[in-house]
């Protein structure tokens, strides 16, 4: 296993702090570690229809059904990035950002999705993007999907119809030979988890297609594929020249067990194979593959309603070992954590009753201003734990982390917050011996924020939404994460807060 330090280092490191703290608590960040904030297209870039681009899932759907968001509002200007990227990239070097994670529209650049159809002036803008960034000294990172579908790619079953990998193929082709010279760190897909729930409800996530157990499967099986041709692609035709980086954002819950009995704990082993494994494992463990838990419960259900197939369809054993190691890091959101246990949950069919758990928070968990986010950081030093052992210590980048206010500038909640889950990272580290590279803040500023529009506020920048030339101010939380980026160390007490030992 590779550990990101060597004992000697680690060593010196504890001794030093040891000796202000006097304890073992190392607040330094490993040198070469990287420090970011993310974005995504349609949550800052506004200009839903300028310059020839396509309409996506997210256009189509907020302006058929606006009451889908509990504002109302939608992404048509947001933080009006499209036009105001020079501002973005003015606070992220204000910040002393490393690196900046933004997607890349498709419809935007491709507006039907398809690859005989270039809108160039999409091109141009991400090249405008991407040279402001490298002239700054701040390195791109691209998520190539992030939930905004070419509305025309839906209308052929969006993620349920297996065309999609073809076109995703194309696509990923596109970004390599436009950006590839610059863009050495790539993601493919933006949390599989969550954008499989477009097929899980009425009116939830794009497309809202209510289509349970069956419709999120299918997204699941077909998303690995496309990220396994991305990745192959890349790997037989740009690596040697482009030289980058290529993995997938997986976000997880860390799924605690409720008690300490044995039942408790299988539910909670089984839950992580369920939010994370079922999209993990076909990719970084060493057999490749769905979990074995969830291909059990999933056939053994299907079988008994009737089916003639599981809904969660078959990889053959080609395709197992064409998805098997198609990483080159392991990119991890981490916003919250659950307790759980075991229960007969969710519709008949779907994933919820699949993986058969009920998940509570504890109530002395502090809340934030979004109703599935409690503050939990030591789940984030287990959920790193975990991943480090069950995949054999991959590289880990945590490619956003962060949590929801209702917009104040002195937002010592996000303070607190970010310290306290970068102490655990800490711990991971030097006390653990895990593989974590970098880290990204969400967000960079206040956007919008799919469903909860814009009451719900990620950002360590401020937006004032009512003003048209959309002002960024910063916030608290700004001022401490750049002194965390520019000093690489906690500031001191950091580590206080939300510590729990882990077991
Ligand atoms: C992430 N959950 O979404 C997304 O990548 C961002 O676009 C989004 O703005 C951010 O987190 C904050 O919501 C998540 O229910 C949505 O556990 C929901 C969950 C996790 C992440």
């Given at each position: 296993m590779k550990c990101t330090v060597s004992t000697g280092l680690l060593l010196l490191g504890v001794l030093a702090v040891g000796a202000v703290q006097g304890a073992s608590f190392n607040n330094t960040f490993p040198d070469g570690f990287l420090f970011g904030t993310a974005s995504a297209a349609y949550q800052v870039e506004g200009a839903w229809n300028e310059d020839g681009k396509g309409e996506s899932i997210w256009d189509h759907m907020l302006h058929v059904h606006p009451d889908f968001v509990v504002d109302g509002q939608n992404g048509d200007v947001a933080d009006d990035s499209y036009h105001r990227y020079k501002e973005d990239i003015a606070i992220l070097k204000e910040l002393g950002a490393n690196f900046y994670r933004f997607s890349i529209s498709w419809p935007r650049i491709m507006p039907t999705g398809e690859a005989n159809n270039i809108n160039q002036a999409g091109i141009d803008y991400y090249n405008k993007l991407i040279d402001e960034l490298v002239d700054n000294g701040i390195q791109p990172m691209v998520s190539?999907?992030?939930?905004?579908?070419?509305q025309w790619l839906q209308d052929l079953g969006g993620w349920t119809n297996p065309i999609i990998t073809d076109y995703f193929e194309d696509y990923a082709r596109v970004l390599y030979e436009n950006f590839g010279d610059r863009v050495k760190l790539w993601v493919t897909f933006n949390e599989p988890a969550t954008f499989m729930t477009g097929y899980t409800s009425e009116r939830g996530m794009a497309p809202s297609i209510f289509k349970p157990g069956v419709g999120d499967y299918l997204t699941t099986h077909h998303l690995l594929i496309a990220h396994a041709r991305a990745y192959h692609l890349y790997d037989e035709q740009y690596r040697a020249t482009q030289q980058g980086k290529i993995s997938i954002t997986l976000s997880s819950s860390w799924e605690e067990p409720l008690t300490n009995s044995t039942a408790d704990a299988i539910a909670s082993e089984r839950s992580m194979q369920f939010v994370l494994g079922i999209h993990a494992h076909p990719i970084y463990?060493?057999?490749?593959?769905?979990p074995a838990v969830v291909r059990e419960r999933v056939d053994k259900n299907s079988k008994a309603e009737g089916r003639t197939r599981s809904r969660l369809p078959v990889f053959s054993k080609e395709m197992v070992e064409y998805i098997r190691g198609t990483y080159d890091y392991f990119a991890l959101n981490y916003y919250t954590s659950h307790l759980v246990t075991e229960m007969d949950t969710g519709y008949d069919p779907s994933i919820e009753r699949d993986c058969y758990v009920a998940r509570s928070f504890d109530p002395s968990w502090p809340e934030s201003s979004s109703v599935w986010l409690r503050v939990v950081p030591w789940g984030l030093r287990k959920l790193i734990n975990w991943i480090h052992k069950e995949y054999d210590g991959p590289e880990i980048i945590i490619t956003e982390n962060g949590v929801s206010d209702r917009g104040t500038l002195d937002d010592q909640s996000r303070v607190s917050y970010y310290t306290s889950h970068l102490a655990e990272i800490l711990k991971a580290i030097h006390e653990d011996g895990c593989n974590v590279g970098g880290f990204t803040a969400w967000s960079l500023m206040d956007n919008f924020e799919w469903l909860r529009g814009y009451s719900e506020r990620f950002g360590l920048y401020s937006v004032d939404f009512s003003d048209p030339a959309r002002p960024r101010t910063a916030k608290a939380s700004a001022q401490v994460m750049k002194e965390i980026f520019h000093t690489r160390q906690l500031p001191e007490q950091a580590n206080v807060r939300g510590s729990k030992s882990i077991s």
């Amino acid at each position: 296993m590779k550990c990101t330090v060597s004992t000697g280092l680690l060593l010196l490191g504890v001794l030093a702090v040891g000796a202000v703290q006097g304890a073992s608590f190392n607040n330094t960040f490993p040198d070469g570690f990287l420090f970011g904030t993310a974005s995504a297209a349609y949550q800052v870039e506004g200009a839903w229809n300028e310059d020839g681009k396509g309409e996506s899932i997210w256009d189509h759907m907020l302006h058929v059904h606006p009451d889908f968001v509990v504002d109302g509002q939608n992404g048509d200007v947001a933080d009006d990035s499209y036009h105001r990227y020079k501002e973005d990239i003015a606070i992220l070097k204000e910040l002393g950002a490393n690196f900046y994670r933004f997607s890349i529209s498709w419809p935007r650049i491709m507006p039907t999705g398809e690859a005989n159809n270039i809108n160039q002036a999409g091109i141009d803008y991400y090249n405008k993007l991407i040279d402001e960034l490298v002239d700054n000294g701040i390195q791109p990172m691209v998520s190539m999907y992030h939930w905004d579908l070419p509305q025309w790619l839906q209308d052929l079953g969006g993620w349920t119809n297996p065309i999609i990998t073809d076109y995703f193929e194309d696509y990923a082709r596109v970004l390599y030979e436009n950006f590839g010279d610059r863009v050495k760190l790539w993601v493919t897909f933006n949390e599989p988890a969550t954008f499989m729930t477009g097929y899980t409800s009425e009116r939830g996530m794009a497309p809202s297609i209510f289509k349970p157990g069956v419709g999120d499967y299918l997204t699941t099986h077909h998303l690995l594929i496309a990220h396994a041709r991305a990745y192959h692609l890349y790997d037989e035709q740009y690596r040697a020249t482009q030289q980058g980086k290529i993995s997938i954002t997986l976000s997880s819950s860390w799924e605690e067990p409720l008690t300490n009995s044995t039942a408790d704990a299988i539910a909670s082993e089984r839950s992580m194979q369920f939010v994370l494994g079922i999209h993990a494992h076909p990719i970084y463990s060493k057999e490749g593959d769905y979990p074995a838990v969830v291909r059990e419960r999933v056939d053994k259900n299907s079988k008994a309603e009737g089916r003639t197939r599981s809904r969660l369809p078959v990889f053959s054993k080609e395709m197992v070992e064409y998805i098997r190691g198609t990483y080159d890091y392991f990119a991890l959101n981490y916003y919250t954590s659950h307790l759980v246990t075991e229960m007969d949950t969710g519709y008949d069919p779907s994933i919820e009753r699949d993986c058969y758990v009920a998940r509570s928070f504890d109530p002395s968990w502090p809340e934030s201003s979004s109703v599935w986010l409690r503050v939990v950081p030591w789940g984030l030093r287990k959920l790193i734990n975990w991943i480090h052992k069950e995949y054999d210590g991959p590289e880990i980048i945590i490619t956003e982390n962060g949590v929801s206010d209702r917009g104040t500038l002195d937002d010592q909640s996000r303070v607190s917050y970010y310290t306290s889950h970068l102490a655990e990272i800490l711990k991971a580290i030097h006390e653990d011996g895990c593989n974590v590279g970098g880290f990204t803040a969400w967000s960079l500023m206040d956007n919008f924020e799919w469903l909860r529009g814009y009451s719900e506020r990620f950002g360590l920048y401020s937006v004032d939404f009512s003003d048209p030339a959309r002002p960024r101010t910063a916030k608290a939380s700004a001022q401490v994460m750049k002194e965390i980026f520019h000093t690489r160390q906690l500031p001191e007490q950091a580590n206080v807060r939300g510590s729990k030992s882990i077991s």
